[in-house]
C-alpha cells in the first residue's frame, strides 16, 4: 500500500466514522437513559435516506404511512393505560399529543411531496418526518417495560428491528436508492488528491453535531436531567425529573440524530430497507468501546471503525464485516480488564 | 439478594422434582403422554407434519441449551445458531469432500463446536454485564459471514449433495426414518439436562444469577462453571447442527446467521426460560405460529411473505409484554403447580464424606498482622492485627464505620488488601483468590443474606459442600454421581438437623423468614467443613428466642472444636458468646481482651457512647 491509497482509504473512513459518530451518540443516549440498546436506530436512518430518495423523485414517502400507522397505534396504547388508571380526562390530550402531534410532519411532508421545493426544505421536510418515529416506538413498545431487565429490553429491541425492517420491505419495497449530493464541488489536496465536498460536509456535520451535543448535556438544565437519569433513576425522580419524560426526549433526539444520518448517507450508499441494521451495529461497536456511557469514547470509537472498515476493505472486500465485528471482541476484553465490577447480582428469570 | 425485588421467579426451582413420588403423578403421567404421541406421530402424521416435528426436535436441541445457559445460568448468548453453523459445516464438509461417514462427521463436528465454544468462551465469559451478550452478537454475525466468504465451504451457495445418514443397511434419508433418531436424541439431550441440574455442578449452574461471590464462598469458580455451561450449551446446538446437515442434506450460510440465533433465543423466551420444558414448548410454538403464519396470511394478503416477518416479531414483542415467563411460566400459574416438597427419599445411609482433620484446641487458626486497606485516600482499615486460636469465639466489634466491614472482607480475601498479612492455618492467604480460601477451610456467611430463593434449602446447603466433591458435568449429567450425590445430600440433611430445619428441608429457601434464612446460611457454610467459620452479623433481624438458638448453636460448635468468628453489632448477644473481644473504631484497633474487661474500658465506652469530655 502507497501513501496515496492510505490518505484516500483514511478519508473514506473518516467519512464512515462521521456517520456512525452521529449513530453512537444516538445509541449511547438512548441507552444510559433507558438502558435499552436501541437497535433499531439503524433502521430509522434507512428510512430518512429512503424518504429523502421519494422527495427526489417527486414520489410521495411511504414513511407518511409508516409514521401515521405507529402514531394511531401510540394513541391507542396510552389512552389504554390512561383508561386502565382510570385517568380518562386525559384522553383528548393524549390523542393530540400522540396521534395528532406526528401527523403535522406527514402533512408537511404531503405538502413537500406535492409542489417541487428546493433541497433545504425537503431535508427539513425528511428529518422531521422520521422525528416522531422512535419516540412512537418508544411510547407503543419500552414505556411499557420499562423495568425489565436489560437483558429483555435487548430481546425486545432486537424483535423491534425485524419488525421495522419488515415493515421497511412493505412500504418501501426492496429497490435500493441513491440520492444527489448535497455538496457539490472538492477541495484538492495537491498531487492530484481530492475530498469530495460531500465528505467534507459529512465530516463537518459530525463535528458540529457532536459539539452541540457537549454543550446541551454539559450547559444546560435538560442536559442535565438527562445525565441525572442516566445515572440513577431513582434518584433523578425523587428530584422531581420524570424518567418517561426525559427518556422521551433521548428518544426524540435520537430520532433526529438518525434522520440527519439518512439524509448525510443517502447522496454516498445506495440505501435499501434494511441497510441501517448494519450500520447501527457498527456504530454500535464504537459506543461500545465507549462502554454505551461516554461520548468522548464513541467518538474516539467511531472513527477508529470507519478507519478499520476503510482499510479492511482494501484487504477484503468481503471480509470487512466480519473484521469490524470481530473487533467488538478484544475491546470488549479490555473493557472488561479496565473496569472494575463490583458484585454484579443478575436478575432471577421472570416467571 | 434480590428476591424480594422478583419473588415471582423460578430459576432454579426447575430442577430435581426428580424423587417426585408415585409412578404416575401428573408430570410423569403428561410425560408418558407425550412420549406416546411421538412415538406414534410417523404413523398418522402426513409427513410435512413429520419434517415439521424434525424441525421442532432440531430447535428443541438448541433451544434446551438456551434455557440452560440464559435461563439457568444467566448469560444470554445471541450467537447460539453459530454453533449449529459450525456443526453443520463441519459435518457437510468431512462427508462431501472427504467423503467419510457421516457418524465420524458427528464426532468431527462436536470435536470442532466444543473447541469453538471453548475458545469463544474464555475469551468471553470473563465480562460483565450486558458486556457479554453484546458480544455474543459479534460472533453470532462474523461466524455466518466467515462460512459465506470461505471457497472450502462453497461460499453462499454453501455445500450440497451431504449423505443421509445410515444406521447398518437402514437410510435415514425419509424424514419419517431420520425422526426417531432426532426424538431419542432430543429425549437423551432432556434426560441429561435433568440429571445435571440436580447435582453438584447443577447446584453451582444454579447459583450463577447469585453472583461471582456467592459461588467463590463455597470455593467454585463462577467464570469454568460458565465456561462448563457455555460448552455444554454448544454442543447442544452442535447436535442440532449435524441432525440438520444430515435431514436437509444441504448447508448455506443464512439459516445460522444472527436472525436464525435470535429465533432459537425467541423459542426459549416463547416457551419459558425457567423451564427445561420450555425449549420444547418454545420451539414447538415459534415453528407452528412461523408455519401458521405462512398459510394464514397469503388469504389476507398478497404481500405475504413480508408481513410474515413483520407479524411474527409483533407477536413476540407483544409476548415480552405480557408473558415474560413464557408458556411455561403460565401454566405454572394456571394449575398453580410450585415445585412440591417432596417426601424424602428414602435415605439410604451411605458413608459420610471425608471429614477435615481440624487443629488442636488453642493452635493459632488465623493470625491478622498490620492489615490495612485504602479506597483513595480513605484509609478504611489502619494496622489492625490480631490472632484466633482453634476452637474459640472472637467477636469483631465496632460501631458503624469503624472498618468492621472491610476488615472481614480482607481476611475473607473478597477484597485486596492495601498492606500486611493474613495467616491461615500457617499460609500467607492475602492475595488469594476467596475459592481458594474457602478451600483451604474458611467458610463465610454474608451480612446481605446470599441464598438461592427458589432452591430448596437441602439444595442451599449441599451447595456449600462443593469444595468438598468433585463430580462434573459430564458425570453428573450421566448419573456416575450418584454416591458422591447421596453422601452430600446426606451431609446437607446433617447440618439441616444440626440447625434444626431438617424437618423444612425441601421447603424453598425464598420462603423462609429473614433470621432463619441467616441461620441457613450457617448450614450452607457448616457443609464446607470449615476449619474457621466467619459469620458477618448473625444476629441481625433475628427474634429474641432466636437469637438464643443462634447462640446456643455457636457454642455447641465450639464444643465440636469449630473456631468462630463473628462480626456483631448486637452488643449483648456477643459479649454472652464470646471468649474474646476485638474492638475496632476508625478503622484502627482499639482494645482487645476477654468480654467483661472490654465493657469496663473507658475507651470503647468512649467509642460507642460519646466522651463525656
Known amino acids: 500500500m502507497t501513501w496515496d491509497v492510505a490518505l484516500i482509504l483514511g478519508i473514506d473512513g473518516l467519512a464512515n466514522g462521521a456517520v456512525y ?15 435499552v440498546v436501541f437497535v433499531p436506530f439503524g433502521d430509522i436512518a434507512a428510512f430518512a435516506a429512503l424518504t429523502m430518495a421519494a422527495f427526489e ?31 380518562g380526562a386525559g384522553i383528548p390530550k393524549a390523542i393530540a399529543a400522540w396521534g395528532l402531534l406526528p401527523l403535522l410532519p406527514c402533512a408537511l411532508a404531503w405538502a413537500v411531496s406535492r409542489l417541487a421545493l428546493p433541497a433545504p426544505v425537503t431535508i427539513a421536510a425528511t428529518v422531521l418526518l422520521v422525528l416522531p418515529i422512535a419516540p412512537l416506538l418508544a411510547r407503543i413498545v419500552f414505556q411499557p417495560i420499562a423495568d425489565a431487565s436489560v437483558l429483555v429490553l435487548l430481546i425486545v429491541s432486537l424483535a423491534l428491528h425485524f419488525l421495522l425492517s419488515g415493515l421497511g420491505l412493505l412500504f418501501f419495497g426492496p429497490e435500493g436508492s441513491r440520492t444527489q449530493p448535497l455538496a457539490s464541488g472538492s477541495l484538492g489536496l495537491g498531487d492530484g488528491f481530492s475530498v469530495s465536498g460531500q465528505v467534507m460536509l459529512m465530516v463537518a456535520s459530525a463535528f458540529v453535531l457532536s459539539g452541540l451535543f457537549f454543550l446541551v448535556f454539559e450547559r444546560t438544565v435538560t442536559g442535565k436531567a438527562l445525565r441525572a437519569t442516566a445515572v440513577n433513576r431513582v434518584g433523578a425522580r425523587l428530584v422531581g425529573i420524570r424518567p418517561a419524560r426525559t427518556a422521551l426526549l433521548a428518544y ?48 474516539i470509537g467511531a472513527i477508529a471503525v470507519g478507519l478499520v472498515e476503510s482499510f479492511a476493505s482494501f484487504w477484503s472486500g468481503a471480509m470487512k464485516d466480519v473484521i469490524v465485528f470481530s473487533l467488538l471482541i478484544p475491546v470488549l476484553m479490555l473493557r472488561s480488564f479496565m473496569s472494575v465490577h463490583s458484585e454484579e447480582e443478575e436478575d432471577e428469570v421472570d416467571q | 439478594m434480590n428476591a424480594g425485588a422478583t419473588p415471582d421467579t423460578n430459576a432454579e426451582a426447575c430442577a430435581p422434582v426428580a424423587a417426585a413420588p408415585g409412578l404416575l403423578s401428573d408430570g410423569r403421567l403428561w410425560l408418558a403422554l407425550l412420549v406416546a404421541a411421538l412415538a406414534l406421530a410417523p404413523a398418522v402424521a402426513s409427513s410435512f407434519a ?46 462431501t469432500t472427504q467423503g467419510l461417514s457421516p457418524w465420524l462427521g458427528l464426532l468431527f463436528a462436536l470435536l470442532l463446536t466444543g473447541l469453538s465454544a471453548l475458545a469463544i468462551g474464555m475469551l468471553t465469559l470473563r465480562l460483565g454485564g450486558h458486556f457479554l451478550p453484546l458480544s455474543t452478537i459479534a460472533w453470532g454475525l462474523s461466524i455466518p459471514m466467515l462460512f459465506g466468504n470461505v471457497d472450502a465451504l462453497g461460499r453462499h451457495t454453501g455445500l450440497s449433495n451431504i449423505p443421509a445418514l445410515r444406521i447398518g443397511s437402514q437410510s435415514l434419508a425419509e424424514p419419517g426414518a431420520i425422526y426417531y433418531l432426532i426424538w431419542a436424541l432430543v429425549g437423551l439431550a432432556f434426560l441429561f439436562s435433568r440429571n445435571l441440574l440436580a447435582s453438584r455442578p447443577g447446584r453451582a449452574i444454579r447459583s450463577l444469577r447469585g453472583g461471582a461471590t456467592l459461588l467463590a464462598s463455597v470455593g467454585a469458580d463462577a467464570y469454568k462453571v460458565r465456561l462448563a455451561l457455555f460448552v455444554t450449551a454448544a454442543l447442544f446446538a452442535g447436535v442440532a447442527g449435524w441432525l440438520y446437515a444430515h435431514m436437509n442434506r444441504f448447508v448455506s450460510p443464512s439459516p445460522f446467521d444472527l436472525r436464525a440465533s435470535i429465533e432459537y433465543l425467541l423459542m426459549a423466551v416463547a416457551g419459558g426460560l425457567g423451564q427445561l420444558a420450555g425449549a420444547l414448548v418454545g420451539s414447538a410454538l415459534v415453528l407452528l405460529l412461523k408455519n401458521g403464519l405462512q398459510d394464514v396470511l397469503p388469504l389476507l394478503t398478497q404481500n405475504a411473505g413480508q408481513l410474515e416477518a413483520v407479524a411474527f416479531a409483533a407477536i413476540f414483542i407483544l409476548l415480552l409484554h405480557f408473558a415474560r415467563g413464557g408458556v411455561m411460566g403460565f401454566v405454572r400459574r394456571w394449575t398453580g403447580s410450585r415445585p412440591r416438597p417432596q417426601a424424602s427419599a428414602p435415605a439410604i445411609a451411605v458413608e459420610p464424606l471425608a471429614h477435615r482433620e481440624l487443629p488442636p484446641r488453642g493452635s493459632p487458626v488465623l493470625s491478622v498482622m498490620g492489615a490495612v486497606k485504602r479506597f483513595g485516600g480513605l484509609v478504611a482499615v489502619n494496622d489492625v492485627s490480631f490472632d484466633v ?81 468433585g463430580a462434573g458435568v459430564i458425570r453428573a449429567g450421566l448419573r456416575l454421581d450418584r454416591h458422591e450425590e447421596r453422601q452430600t445430600l446426606q451431609e446437607a440433611q446433617r447440618q439441616l438437623d444440626r440447625i434444626g430445619l431438617g424437618d423444612r428441608a425441601h421447603e424453598l429457601a425464598g420462603s423462609l423468614p429473614l433470621g432463619t434464612q441467616r441461620i441457613l446460611e450457617i448450614a450452607r457454610a457448616l457443609a464446607a467443613d470449615p476449619v474457621l467459620l466467619v459469620l458477618d452479623e448473625p444476629a441481625a433481624g433475628l ?66 457512647l460519646g466522651s463525656v469530655a
Open chain 1, 21 to 35: 459518530l452521529l449513530a453512537g451518540l444516538g445509541l449511547v443516549l438512548i441507552f444510559s437513559v433507558t438502558r
Open chain 1, 57 to 87: 423523485t417527486g414520489r410521495m414517502p411511504p414513511t407518511i404511512g409508516l409514521v401515521a400507522v405507529l402514531a394511531v397505534v401510540a394513541a391507542a396504547t396510552e389512552v389504554a393505560s390512561l383508561l386502565r388508571r382510570g385517568e
Open chain 1, 252 to 299: 426524540g433526539s435520537a430520532s433526529l440524530l438518525a434522520g440527519l444520518i439518512g439524509v448525510l448517507i443517502a447522496p454516498v450508499t445506495t440505501m435499501y430497507y434494511d441497510s441501517g441494521f448494519i450500520i447501527g451495529l457498527k456504530a454500535f461497536v464504537a459506543a461500545i468501546i465507549g462502554g454505551l456511557v461516554s461520548y468522548p469514547l464513541t467518538a
Open chain 2, 50 to 95: 413429520v419434517s415439521l416435528l424434525n424441525d421442532i426436535g432440531i430447535g428443541a436441541l438448541v433451544a434446551l441449551g438456551l434455557v440452560l445457559l440464559t435461563g439457568i445460568g444467566g448469560a444470554t448468548s445471541f450467537g447460539q445458531a453459530a454453533f449449529v453453523g459450525i456443526a453443520a459445516y463441519a459435518t457437510a464438509w468431512l462427508s
Open chain 2, 389 to 469: 486460636a482453634a476452637g474459640e469465639i472472637v467477636g469483631l466489634i465496632g460501631p458503624n464505620g469503624a472498618g468492621k466491614s472491610t476488615m472481614f472482607n480482607l481476611l475473607t480475601c473478597t477484597l485486596p488488601m492495601s498492606a500486611g498479612q493474613v495467616r491461615f492455618l500457617g499460609r500467607d492467604i492475602a492475595g488469594l483468590p476467596q475459592r481458594e480460601v474457602a478451600r483451604l477451610g474458611l467458610a463465610r456467611t454474608f451480612q446481605h443474606v446470599k441464598l438461592r430463593p427458589r432452591m430448596s434449602l437441602l439444595d442451599n446447603v449441599a451447595l456449600g459442600a462443593h469444595s468438598r466433591t
Open chain 2, 543 to 608: 427474634r429474641r428466642k432466636e437469637k438464643m438458638a443462634l447462640g446456643e448453636l455457636l457454642r455447641k460448635l465450639r464444643e465440636e472444636g469449630v473456631t468462630i468468628l463473628i462480626v456483631e453489632h448486637d452488643m449483648d448477644f456477643v459479649m454472652r458468646l464470646v471468649d474474646r473481644l476485638v474492638v475496632m473504631n476508625f478503622g484502627s484497633k482499639l482494645v482487645e481482651g476477654a468480654p467483661a474487661a472490654v465493657r469496663a474500658d473507658e475507651r470503647v465506652q468512649a467509642a460507642y
